[in-house]
T-cell receptor
Framework: AQRVTQPEKLLSVFKGAPVELKCNYSYSGSPELFWYVQYSRQRLQLLLRHISRESIKGFTADLNKGETSFHLKKPFAQEEDSAMYYCALSGLWGSGNTGKLIFGQGTTLQVKP | DADVTQTPRNRITKTGKRIMLECSQTKGHDRMYWYRQDPGLGLRLIYYSFDVKDINKGEISDGYSVSRQAQAKFSLSLESAIPNQTALYFC??????????????FGEGSRLTVL
């Protein structure tokens, strides 16, 4: 079964502290993993995808197939990072599951001044 | 960014009533989705449509139906609303490239309360 698990409902850190938002997945195949973010009063939007190996707003995420994890990290948190973060999974192109995202439960990141 | 528009934004209704949530998009995308968001459960897929003639059930389709009236419009109906359908509902779209890259574009959400 496809599943995305984000074990923390709330993560609270001080400004300048490192951040790691955890995401574990279950998928019978090779998935594509994504992080979406929802800032206050804004729409849910794509933050980054593992296939691009990009860093967005200082965030990075590495796909660890052995641990089936895709944790989101940032070395120094900023107050503007406060938001709800969702990890999501999709099947690879041609798998029949492409474009159908399965989301985790979400983690609220609170960065205190 | 008003490319994906949901109406109504808020609705309070009573058990047993029929409710329709509408979604329209000006992005020209073929693919449209309905998700519901519940605290602690995240977003769960209700229905999705890859084009006007292709509609598919998601994880939690029971109690819901959809209609893809045109490429730009995708409506979600609750034939007989019940309290556990109280949630925030999101419409999203993607094009073929988005389906490969995983980028969905979301509406602002429709908050439904069933009393």
């Amino acid at each position: 079964a496809q599943r995305v698990t984000q074990p923390e409902k709330l993560l609270s850190v001080f400004k300048g502290a490192p951040v790691e938002l955890k995401c574990n997945y279950s998928y019978s195949g090779s998935p594509e993993l994504f992080w979406y973010v929802q800032y206050s009063r804004q729409r849910l939007q794509l933050l980054l995808r593992h296939i691009s190996r990009e860093s967005i707003k200082g965030f990075t995420a590495d796909l660890n197939k052995g641990e089936t994890s895709f944790h989101l990290k940032k070395p120094f948190a900023q107050e503007e990072d406060s938001a709800m973060y969702y990890c999501a999974l999709s099947g690879l192109w041609g798998s029949g599951n492409t474009g159908k995202l399965i989301f985790g439960q979400g983690t609220t990141l609170q960065v205190k001044p | 960014d008003a490319d994906v528009t949901q109406t109504p934004r808020n609705r309070i209704t009573k058990t047993g009533k029929r409710i329709m949530l509408e979604c329209s998009q000006t992005k020209g995308h073929d693919r449209m989705y309905w998700y519901r968001q519940d605290p602690g459960l995240g977003l769960r897929l209700i229905y999705y449509s890859f084009d006007v003639k292709d509609i598919n059930k998601g994880e939690i389709s029971d109690g819901y139906s959809v209609s893809r009236q045109a490429q730009a419009k995708f409506s979600l109906s609750l034939e007989s609303a019940i309290p556990n359908q109280t949630a925030l509902y999101f419409c999203a779209t993607s094009d073929l490239a988005g389906a490969v890259t995983g980028e969905l574009f979301f509406g602002e959400g429709s908050r439904l309360t069933v009393l």
